[in-house]
């Protein structure tokens, strides 16, 4: 029960404004990751930016099991598998990368453009379900979280990445 696994990967594409430089981001979005991008709303309206509330200014895609892994190996090839340590928290670490052609078998194509995106890798322990579920929903214990030292020594031995101060 105290093995972590990898939860969720969320990659988020925030693009700032709407229209067809939205639409060019969630098709790389859809090429990267293999699955349908679902478009995010602005909260609020930033006059200075030209965002208005409620207009669609990012994308992103959850992946879960064997997607998440397989994607994360190839995330994780971007930035040469070092991670700084301020980005880990207690049951996540995100990185982001800055080009999305760094991404093993994507070419560049200049109609498109390039388009950065983040990653956020989620970690549970078997029995987290506990937390979520719609009958008898109750906490999960203190020892039973996810901590910080718990994805560093995972990152290490499983993933092989260096944890970088």
Known sequence: MKTIRIEKVVVNMAVGESGEKLA????????????????????????????????????????????AINFLLKALQTIDYKIKEKSIADNSFSFGVPEHIYFPGVKYDPSIGIFGFDVIVVFERPGFRVKRR???????????LVTKKDIIEFLEKILGVKVVK
Do not use: S, W, Y
């Open 24 to 67: 060019k981001a969630a098709k790389v979005l859809e090429q990267i990751t293999g699955q349908k991008p679902k478009l995010i709303k602005a909260k609020k309206t930033i006059r200075d930016f030209g965002i208005r509330k409620g207009e669609n200014i990012a994308c992103m895609v959850t992946l879960r099991k064997e997607k």
């Open 134 to 144: 719609r009958r008898r929903r109750n906490k999960v214990g203190k020892k039973h």
